[in-house]
């Protein structure tokens, strides 16, 4: 999979998934021992997703 190459070759330690969805991304980097920070708009994929999630819409400004 190229994550598990970028991850390898970049030394990745952290992400943030914007537009996480219900976060099967985030976690999989969490399985892999990642710091993850997972963010959505939709406040059903907040509440459904796998993970916790941040909720937030990115077109209202840069998350802080």
């Not at 998934?17 to 099967?24: H, I, P, R, W």
Request: net charge negative; proline share 2%; aromatic share 12%.
């Amino acid at each position: 999979m190229i994550w598990d190459y970028v991850i390898y070759r970049c030394a990745v330690k952290t992400v943030v998934d914007l537009g996480s969805e219900l976060g099967y991304s985030a976690n999989y980097f969490y399985g892999l021992g990642k710091q993850v920070i997972a963010v959505d708009g939709l406040n059903d994929n907040c509440e459904s997703a796998i993970n916790p999630t941040v909720q937030f819409d990115l077109a209202r400004g840069a998350v802080h």
